[in-house]
């Protein structure tokens, strides 16, 4: 349940979740955002898939159509583009009993089989960027993982095949 350290002092009441975002794992995310009835990537799954279809059609275009997932977080959308699930699904997964009792490293390898099961015939290449390298390297060893294995701006393959780049350190 959230509770009041999300609940910032200013007089807006603004609630923020920057704790939720960098963990090795996406069960704090849903579990704390799962009272607030969060549902904006519900809502977009059907828009990314509309838009990836028309981008595919369009005049000119040659090869899968490739998505850039600004602030990917745990990879949420790339989840829910690529495999046949919902929102609902997720959250229900990641709060529940079994999976809480799971060690982070149980937690990728029992996601790698249950996403490899899910995966949709037309998915998508994903390149997801965002600041809490915790939650992309999360993303790269779950949902996400594509047949494409673009390098990092160094020159490293970045962690299995899908692409989510942090920024370089400093």
Known sequence: MATDRHR????????????IYDQPDPRAYFRTLAPYEYEIPHHAQAVFRRTREQRS?????EG???????????GIN????NHDLTLA???????????????PQ????????????RRRADA????????AANATRTRSTWACSTRRTPRTSN?????PACAARSPAPD
């Open 89 to 103: 699904d997720l959250y229900a997964r990641y709060t529940s009993a079994a999976i809480t009792a799971l060690t």
């Open 78 to 81: 790339a989840a829910l583009l």
């Open 155 to 159: 020159g490293a393959r970045p962690v």
């Open 106 to 117: 149980e937690l990728v390898a029992c996601d790698k089989e249950f996403f490899a099961g």
């Open 124 to 131: 998508t290449p994903m390149i997801g960027l965002d600041v």
């Open 8 to 19: 910032t002092a200013t007089a807006s009441g603004k609630t923020r979740f920057d704790d």
């Open 64 to 74: 899968p159509v490739t998505v850039l997932d600004v602030c990917c977080s745990y």
């Open 57 to 61: 059609r369009a005049a000119g275009h």
